[in-house]
């Protein structure tokens, strides 16, 4: 179904459209995830042999912007372009049968002259996960493939970045000793010491931290193992599941049904939630919160985001395992993150303030935490009124995030930061009626209409025409297909909870 579809139905229809959503979500509990450029890439390089290849070689070229680059603007095009481009040379260096070496020439050829400016070039990179790592593991690999390549330099690291750290990494996994949980994501960046290193086992489902990359990287040569082992079957299911491509993260289970399900409930869709997802999203929340799926460690993300839904529910849970996340100021993604997230804290302060509003006294016990994060999230706004984000690519996903929960529990002293918010989303609506960062996307204009539709000012004649609008735009909306606009080691799209944003900013704007 096109967004404009989903947009055009009346309330009792998107109120089918949601339930048919979640009930997909039980026939699809790994997460409907679109494809990544940067994680495709590293299993043409390092899993040839897997069911696909051809079709992986042929997304990476097919995907090939007109510059050479791979991936969106402002630096997020340069761990893809590595990624396919290492790739590609892998491919021509190995002979792989059934392809075109034509055409990968001249792709490789095209990604090496565009990754040397980008790689010199003084621009800031995007904060993204592991970028540090990956992009001088990357670096190296071509490299090696492109020493004695006529007119070709070796490719420099950009300012600030150094092998050390990899070094490092590379000898703790060689040695044995643990690897630290949130690091097994993008084990491809140990190389060659990853590959059965023996204090990394996979999950019963054989993944390895959640990504197709880490997995192939852990199976190593599959001649070398048993046929039937589990690592390898996972990654033929990722493979079946999505044609040869592959998502940068999967599964995403609790991730996915935390934010669809406090997307719609937030915005009062009467959303029939079956009692085995209750129990599963309940049961994901240990003592230490929540992971997002089977591999990755436990994150302040998915652990508030599904004490939210929970409380929405009416089966509120008591978030006392978010204090793991706390660092004295502010709720951190993961104990010992480098980076800070405004949208992080704010679904924390949803999760805390939900919970006291269904828990009086348990005001006692969050009262404060709750005026301490409105506060550290107000006085990260921008002077415009946005917020940027470590999560995600537009300022409109944290806008949404960080406007929603002060208007609902930062009290009255937060009421002027979200006006800001508010004002700046009017001034920032594009002529057609939508919003984004880079072009118009449903998804981005979704976020943008919740903000409208959501906080105290929702009756303002301004915010009135600009939801209209934005209805308006949504209609018209052709495509399924929605831009990656998601953090991980590459941008990616968690395609249900982008459509149950769509369908929640749909349906408020029916009811206005």
């Avoid at 034509?102 to 990179?125: F, I």
């Avoid at 599963?280 to 089977?294: H, M, N, V, Y």
């Avoid at 924390?348 to 994060?373: K, T, W």
Wanted: hydrophobic share 45%; net charge negative.
């Amino acid at each position: 179904m096109t967004v404009g579809e989903v947009a055009a139905r009346d309330a009792e229809d998107l109120v089918a459209a949601a339930n048919e959503l979640v009930t997909g979500m039980m026939f699809r509990p790994w997460g409907h995830v679109s494809v990544s450029v940067y994680e495709t890439g590293r299993l043409v390089s390092l899993a040839p042999w897997l069911a696909g290849h051809p079709e992986r070689l042929g997304y990476l070229l097919a995907t090939q912007g007109p510059d050479g680059m791979w991936g969106a603007p402002d630096g997020y095009g340069l761990v893809p372009t590595l990624s396919a481009t290492e790739a590609i040379l892998a491919a021509l260096r190995r002979g792989d049968p059934d392809t075109a070496p034509d055409a990968l020439r001249e792709a490789a050829g095209r990604g090496l002259r565009a990754l040397a400016p980008c790689l010199a070039g003084d621009a800031g990179l995007p904060d993204m996960p592991a970028i540090e790592h990956i992009v001088p593991s990357l670096v190296t690999l071509i490299n090696r493939h492109a020493a004695g390549l006529p007119e070709v330099e070796p490719l420099p690291l950009p300012e600030g970045m150094r092998h050390d750290t990899l070094d490092l990494i590379r000898a703790r996994v060689s040695s044995g000793a643990e690897v630290p949980e949130k690091l097994l994501h993008a084990l491809e960046i140990a190389g060659p010491a990853a590959a059965g290193a023996p204090a990394i086992v996979p999950t019963p489902i054989g993944t390895v931290g959640a990504s197709p990359a880490a997995t192939a990287a852990w199976l190593g040569d599959p001649a070398a193992r048993d046929p039937h082992e589990p690592a390898r079957a996972h990654l033929e299911a990722v493979v079946s599941r999505h044609g040869g491509p592959v998502p940068v993260g999967l599964p995403i289970t609790v991730f996915e049904r935390g934010w669809v399900l406090s997307w719609l409930l937030r915005a009062g869709v009467s959303v029939d939630v079956p009692p085995e997802m209750v129990a599963d999203l309940r049961a994901a929340i240990g003592p230490t919160g929540a992971a997002a799926g089977p591999g990755l460690p436990a994150d302040a993300d998915t652990t508030s985001v599904a004490l939210y839904a929970l409380a929405l529910l009416g089966v509120p849970y008591e978030p006392d395992s978010l204090w793991a996340f706390h660092t004295g100021t502010h709720f951190s993604t993961w104990p010992g993150e480098e980076g800070r997230s405004v949208s992080v804290n704010a679904h924390v302060l949803d999760a805390f303030g939900r919970y006291v509003a269904c828990r009086p006294e348990a005001g006692a016990r969050y009262g404060q935490a709750v005026a301490d994060i409105a506060a550290w999230i107000r006085d990260r706004q921008e002077p415009d009124g946005s917020w940027a984000d470590r999560w995600h690519a537009s300022p409109y996903y944290a806008a949404a995030s960080c406007a929603l929960a002060l208007d609902e529990f930062g009290g009255e002293v937060s009421a002027g930061a979200v006006r800001a918010t508010v004002d700046w989303v009017l001034a920032t609506q594009r002529p057609d009626g939508s919003w984004g960062r880079w072009a118009a996307t449903a998804e981005e204009t979704a976020y943008a209409m919740q903000v409208l539709l959501l906080t105290r000012w929702r009756s303002d004649p301004r915010a009135t025409r600009a939801v209209s609008r934005g209805l308006a735009c949504l209609r018209r909306s052709a495509g399924e297909e929605h831009p990656a606009l998601w953090h991980d080691k590459d941008l990616y799209a968690p395609i249900a909870v982008v459509r149950a944003a769509i369908i929640a900013a749909a349906h408020l704007a029916r009811r206005t």
